[in-house]
T-cell receptor, first 114, second 119 residues
Framework: AQSVTQLDSHVSVSEGTPVLLRCNYS??????LFWYVQHPNKGLQLLLK??????LVKGINGFEAEFKKSETSFHLTKPSAHMSDAAEYFC????????????FGPGTSLSVIP | GAVVSQHPSWVICKSGTSVKIECRSL??????MFWYRQFPKQSLMLMAT?????????EQGVEKDKFLINHASLTLSTLTVTSAHPEDSSFYIC???????????????FGPGTRLTVL
């Protein structure tokens, strides 16, 4: 069985400070992991994904995430928050053997304070 | 590449009417499309998975006669909410996955969503 936990439902940071959004997963199989961002009343945009290559994954808009198998984590980071980063972020796990089985985390709302 | 569109972006309808939402993959062939429902401040809930040319697979608790899904081509899937009622008001999002064997087949690309309001 697969599951995704996003430890913080809401994170607030000041503009220019680092961002850390936490994600832990459980999977019976080798997982693929994704981070998506959703701005209000918009669809989801793919930030980055981990499939089976490098454990440190760089995405768009300066975001990156590190896959740590020993900790079953895939935390999302950014060195310096921008006002435009304020949005909802979803961590997603899928079974690499069957990409139709996709599990969404509950989401983390990121606020950026000027 | 990997752009998915939805139409309409928002719709208001009267109770008892039916509403059709289109999901198109604009620059790739999508053998599999997914339909999600999202309530305010909540995560996405998968409603059904549709494969081109075959019947959709519905998640437990989703009424297949209420939410009709058709995946007639490799670039188009439609969701029809039949006899809509106020409780069907929600944000509906589709996603599409490339044909297996091609790059990016592991990734779902999402449409911008459709806001349905039933009066």
């Amino acid at each position: 069985a697969q599951s995704v936990t996003q430890l913080d439902s809401h994170v607030s940071v000041s503009e220019g400070t680092p961002v850390l959004l936490r994600c832990n997963y459980s999977s019976s199989y080798s997982p693929s992991l994704f981070w998506y961002v959703q701005h209000p009343n918009k669809g989801l945009q793919l930030l980055l994904k981990y499939t089976s290559a490098a454990t440190l994954v760089k995405g768009i808009n300066g975001f990156e995430a590190e896959f740590k198998k020993s900790e079953t984590s895939f935390h999302l980071t950014k060195p310096s928050a921008h006002m435009s980063d304020a949005a909802e972020y979803f961590c997603v796990v899928s079974d690499r053997t069957s990409y139709d089985k996709v599990i969404f985390g509950p989401g983390t709302s990121l606020s950026v304070i000027p | 590449g990997a752009v998915v569109s939805q139409h309409p972006s928002w719709v208001i309808c009267k109770s008892g009417t039916s509403v059709k939402i289109e999901c198109r993959s604009l620059d790739f062939q999508a053998t599999t499309m997914f339909w999600y429902r999202q309530f305010p401040k909540q995560s996405l809930m998968l409603m059904a998975t549709s494969n081109e040319g075959s019947k959709a697979t519905y998640e437990q608790g989703v009424e297949k006669d209420k939410f009709l899904i058709n995946h007639a081509s490799l670039t188009l899937s439609t969701l029809t909410v039949t006899s809509a009622h106020p409780e069907d008001s929600s944000f509906y999002i589709c996603s599409a996955r490339r044909r297996p064997g091609l790059g990016g087949a592991d990734t779902q690309y999402f449409g911008p969503g459709t806001r349905l309001t039933v009066l």
